[in-house]
């Protein structure tokens, strides 16, 4: 499976952003997606999960009430909408694939989209 992420950008400080990654391969449906995130001098974090399904979904707290992750099986693709938007969600956004829900476990990785909030 190959992921691109796309759809960052610079935005106001409670304003809102929907990423997009959209998968190559017949197989995009069997697998569990995520969105991670990675700050300027900080490791890489988990931000929310979906299930191959789209049933099931982990949120961190942190983003909990304001991300919204989605996915659509007939185009390969899992969105992520961010509302209420805060400079600490200030990241470049990774998308990937895993066997599984999960905050640990991925095999695959797209390549990132910035994502920019201003205060």
């Known amino acids: 499976v190959q992921l691109q992420a796309f759809g960052g950008g610079l935005v106001q400080a409670g304003g809102s952003l929907r990423l997009s990654c959209a998968a190559s391969?017949?197989?995009?449906?069997?697998?569990?997606m995520g969105w991670f995130r990675q700050a300027p001098g900080k490791e890489r974090e988990f931000v929310v999960a979906?299930?191959?399904?789209?049933?099931?979904?982990y949120y961190v707290d942190s983003v909990k009430g304001r991300f919204t992750i989605s996915r659509d099986n007939a185009k390969n693709t899992v969105y992520l909408q961010m509302n209420s938007l805060k400079p600490e969600d200030t990241a470049v956004y990774y998308c990937?694939?895993?066997?599984?829900?999960?905050?640990?476990?991925?095999?695959?990785w797209g390549q990132g989209t910035l994502v920019t909030v201003s205060s």
């Open positions: 990937a694939a895993g066997p599984h829900i999960s905050a640990y476990e991925y095999d695959y």
């Open positions: 391969g017949r197989t995009f449906s069997r697998y569990a």
């Open positions: 979906i299930s191959w399904s789209g049933v099931s979904t």
